[in-house]
């Protein structure tokens, strides 16, 4: 019971919702995963320009975490067909996202 209550003050000030949900994901199931190969999970694409085309395309999964979204305005030129592939732009509602193209 003590470690639960320790895990609920860490988050007293909703600090760890700042980073998203992997902080309290990672709380929730402390020490019942185990760490994956870097190649299997790719990650960085909406912050780090440096990842190499050949990485992403050896990956299982490719995430875009990171403030630039390859549905943004701001995404990194070079990620966004990544995403853009997958998107059908003639759908109503994808028309009135406004998604960048």
């Not at 003050?9 to 995963?33: A, F, M, V």
């Not at 990485?55 to 990171?66: C, L, P, Q, S, T």
């Not at 403030?67 to 509602?93: C, E, G, S």
Request: with cysteine; net charge neutral; hydrophobic share 35%.
């Amino acid at each position: 019971m003590q470690a639960t209550d320790e895990r609920r003050s860490e988050n007293e000030n909703r600090t760890l919702w700042k980073l998203g949900t992997l902080p309290p994901g990672l709380i929730t199931y402390y020490s019942t995963t185990k760490p994956l190969d870097k190649s299997w999970h790719v990650l960085g694409l909406g912050y780090n320009p440096s990842i190499s085309m050949d990485e992403i395309r050896n990956a299982a999964v490719v995430h875009f975490n990171g403030n630039l979204k390859p549905w943004l305005d701001i995404a990194m030129n070079q990620f966004r067909p990544l995403w853009t592939k997958h998107v059908d732009y003639d759908l109503d509602f994808v028309q009135a996202c406004n998604f960048g193209t």
